[in-house]
């Protein structure tokens, strides 16, 4: 198994920043890949940015490439997702997601991301 937990949400102004942790424990060692999901009142969850575990290989979804980046840290098994340039439709609670080698999926419980105008 493998236990995640997000941290850095909170209320920011348009245009203002946010940066987004998951540390991940547990089965680390057969991770495949981790990514952010979020998901907003009344919609389904969404996703934004995958990295690949071994060769850092990155995945965007449209809304936020250019601004979203998605980092890791090996040695901390430890996700990042810098995102500049927010806007009031990325409020929403952000989802880390970790995929193990076996397929094995987990989520994190969430941090809320509140962007005000």
């Known amino acids: 198994q493998v236990q995640l937990v997000e941290s850095g949400g909170g209320l920011v102004q348009a245009g203002g920043s946010l940066r987004l942790s998951c540390a991940a424990s547990g089965r680390t060692f057969s991770m495949y890949a981790m990514g952010w999901f979020r998901q907003a009142p009344g919609k389904d969850r969404e996703s934004l940015a995958f990295?690949?575990?071994?060769?850092?290989?990155?995945y965007y979804t449209d809304s936020v490439k250019g601004r979203f980046t998605i980092s890791r840290d090996n040695a901390k098994n430890t996700v990042y997702l810098q995102m500049n340039s927010l806007k009031p439709e990325d409020t929403a609670v952000y989802y880390c997601y970790a995929r193990l080698v076996e397929s094995s999926g987990y989520w994190g419980q969430g941090t809320q991301v509140t962007v005000s105008l």
């Open positions: 990295i690949s575990w071994s060769g850092g290989s990155t």
